[in-house]
Each structure stands twice: as structure tokens, then as C-alpha cells.
């Protein structure tokens, strides 16, 4: 799992909206952030998308914000005054955008991002929301995580089946895309700020009625992953203790 950006493309003019908001949470990118930013835009642009892109910058010690200064009139930096958490990032993006469909996803684009098109068919046939998923089909992860943190991710998500909800076998993946209902229903609700926010949007999607439809999406694992497998794991399972005391 890997900070991302926040990309809202077309962010240069609030009063229209846009057909999609990318958003993309990002700490300590300046080494591939461009690169990322690259492909979506060549893209979004060859698709002939009405799109917005927002890096969210999520108190970066290195030159994230710098090189992404004025890197393209599409892309807006939102830089937060310290480093709060992907889930903080991601919710500031997605209050942010102006998008009719919005879409976080990780800034290694792990899915690449011509995945968008299957996310973007669901919400078209009536989905609120629609996830990518890694373990709806297997062969379509392209280049597995280390084993421990394969198993670590399996053991995660049968606590997240017993003290939230049931149904979705894979929370964690980093590519996801909202309505601009149901954006606006589910973010400013939202207040986790670690990496357990996934299972708490999820988890407000069900309880706001909205449908929810997965999909099997193609994934790379990035080896420059900077989550601690410890220290972060228990604080994702401390986490969804919480998200069912937080929303009553």
C-alpha cells in the first residue's frame, strides 16, 4: 500500500464540473510522481475525458510540491500543513473535486490506469460506487506482494468480514471511484485518517444505501511501499474497532 496523490484535473474553473475527478494522495513522491502523472494525463487526454486532476500532497519532507509547481495547467497541488494519513488525504481531495464521477487512486497507479474503464462502466449502469478488486481474480495481479504481506492482507480483511461488514473481499485496494452523490454523502462523514478509511467508506456506502459494485482490476506491487507491516497492520485493526463506534 502506497501514499498517492490527488489528482483533480480542470480544477481551473470551480463553477463548471467536470465528467471526473482523479484524486491521488501523495508523501514523499518526487521520485515518481511525474512519472504517474504522465501516463494518466496521456490517458485521460487520448479518451477524450472531461477531467480534473488534484495531488494531494500529505505533508511531504521532500520536493513533492516542488516539482509538481506549475507541471501542468490540468493538475492542482492541495498541499496539507502536515502529514495527517492516506485517509486524510484522500477525504481533503474528494471535498475538493468537482467531478460528476471521482476517483482516487494510488500514485504508483499499482491498477494502471486504463482500469478506469471498468470502474467507469459500473457507475455509468447505476453503481454509486465501484472498487477495484484484487481477489475477485487472481491472475490479474501481475506481480504479487512479498508472501507475509499476501498473508497479512488475508488475515486483515476476515476481521474486517467479522466487526464491520461481509461481501467484500478485498477493502484495500487503491483505486476507487464515487458519484458525486455519493461523494458528498460519504466524505465529509468520514474521519479515518489511517489506512483503515477504505472499510470505513465502504462501511458509510452500505449505511447511506448507496450500491456498491466490485471489480477484478489488474495490479503491480510497487516494492517501494513504505507501510511498516507491523506497526501499521495493528493500527488498522485498532481502527475498525472504531469505525462502528464513530457511526452509530
Not at 2 to 18: A, P, S
Not at 136 to 141: G, K, L, S
Not at 221 to 231: A, E, F, G, H
Request: proline share 3%.
Amino acid at each position: 500500500m502506497v501514499f498517492g496523490f490527488i489528482l483533480i484535473l480542470g480544477l481551473t474553473d470551480k463553477k463548471m464540473n467536470k465528467e471526473l475527478s482523479i484524486i491521488i494522495p501523495a508523501f514523499n513522491e518526487e521520485k515518481r510522481i511525474t512519472k504517474s502523472l504522465e501516463k494518466a494525463i496521456s490517458y485521460l487526454e487520448n479518451h477524450n475525458h472531461d477531467f480534473e486532476v488534484i495531488v494531494v500532497d500529505d505533508g511531504s519532507s521532500d520536493n513533492t510540491i516542488k516539482v509538481l509547481t506549475n507541471y501542468h495547467p490540468k493538475v492542482t497541488v492541495l498541499p496539507l500543513n502536515k502529514n495527517q494519513g492516506k485517509g486524510a488525504a484522500v477525504r481533503n481531495g474528494m471535498l475538493s473535486a468537482i467531478g460528476e464521477i471521482r476517483l482516487f487512486s494510488d500514485a504508483d497507479f499499482s491498477t494502471p490506469i486504463h482500469e478506469i474503464t471498468k470502474l467507469l462502466d459500473k457507475i455509468h449502469s447505476g453503481a454509486d460506487v465501484c472498487i477495484g478488486s484484487r481477489a475477485i481474480d487472481r491472475t490479474m495481479v501481475k506481480e504479487h506482494q512479498p508472501f507475509y504481506r499476501e498473508f497479512m492482507g488475508k488475515t486483515y480483511n476476515k476481521f474486517v468480514q467479522l466487526l464491520v461488514f461481509k461481501g467484500i473481499t478485498d477493502t484495500q485496494c487503491g483505486f476507487k471511484a464515487f458519484t458525486k452523490k455519493a461523494s458528498e454523502l460519504i466524505f465529509p462523514n468520514a474521519k479515518i485518517n489511517g489506512f483503515s478509511f477504505d472499510v470505513e467508506l465502504l462501511f458509510l456506502a452500505h449505511k447511506f444505501g448507496l450500491k456498491v459494485e466490485q471489480v477484478p482490476v489488474e495490479w503491480y506491487n510497487d516494492k517501494r511501499s513504505t507501510v511498516n507491516p507491523i506497526k501499521d497492520s495493528t493500527m488498522m485493526i485498532i481502527e475498525l474497532f472504531k469505525i462502528r463506534r464513530l457511526h452509530k
